[in-house]
């Protein structure tokens, strides 16, 4: 069974402009979580989405968001992005509610 | 609103010693505990997941164990090789909200020395 893979892996840009990362969940899993990873704040949960629906969010400016597709893909996205938003963004599957998260291996997000 | 710490934050040991890695949270009303592994800049690897009605879990050389009622975890590591060099994050479910919100630990940096 593939695993859970993040699209692209790496990724630099520029203050004030908008990022989309994509993040395709294990076969059969309807929940996808995001998450930012950095030195200074550790993992931090972004929000998480369950059959095209947000159930959860984490405590995030607007300028974060996110969307699920029918076939459980994920995207989330970044406007006017800040420097302070370079960091690397997880993204875990699950299958239901109290079972294993798995997650991919990461986008490292740079902004100049 | 839950909190993890993870002791020690680092910790330096040479190969073939078992060790133990510690992991306590805040609000013991906890659905499960998950224990990821972390290489340097890459994705988190699922170890081991311990619901709240067990105690304990164990995979190969890997034995975590649950209290409830202490908000305590731990993570047993025996015969620690090289390739056990890495992050280890223990992670539980915030008090409010989604199951799969996790609040995450710091993590436990570990180094096995040759």
């Known amino acids: 069974k593939a695993g859970v893979t993040q699209t692209p892996r790496y990724l630099i840009k520029t203050r004030g402009q908008q990022v989309t990362l994509s993040c395709s969940p294990i076969s059969g899993h309807r929940s996808v979580s995001w998450y930012q990873q950095t030195p200074g704040q550790g993992l931090q949960f972004l929000f998480e989405y369950f059959s095209e629906t947000q159930r959860n969010k984490g405590n995030f400016p607007g300028r974060f968001s996110g969307r699920q597709f029918s076939n459980s893909r994920s995207e989330m996205n970044v406007s006017t992005l800040e420097l302070g938003d370079s960091a690397l963004y997880l993204c875990?599957?699950?299958?239901?509610?109290?079972?294993?998260?798995?997650f991919g291996p990461g986008t490292r997000l740079t902004v100049t | 609103k839950q909190e993890v710490t993870q002791i020690p934050a680092a910790l330096s040991v040479p190969e073939g010693e078992n060790l133990v890695l510690n992991c306590s949270f805040t609000?013991?009303?906890?659905?499960?505990l998950q224990w990821f592994r972390q290489d340097p800049g890459k994705g988190l690897t699922s170890l081991l997941l311990i619901q709240s009605s067990q105690r304990e879990q164990t995979s190969g050389r890997l034995n975590a164990s649950l209290d409830k009622s202490s908000g305590r975890s731990t993570l047993y590591i025996a015969a620690s090789q090289p390739g056990d060099s890495a992050t280890y994050l223990c992670a539980v479910p915030a008090s409010s909200g989604s199951a799969r919100q996790l609040t995450f630990g710091s993590g436990t940096q570990l180094t096995v020395l040759p």
């Open positions: 875990a599957s699950s299958f239901e509610k109290d079972s294993e998260q798995y």
């Open positions: 609000d013991s009303a906890i659905y499960n």
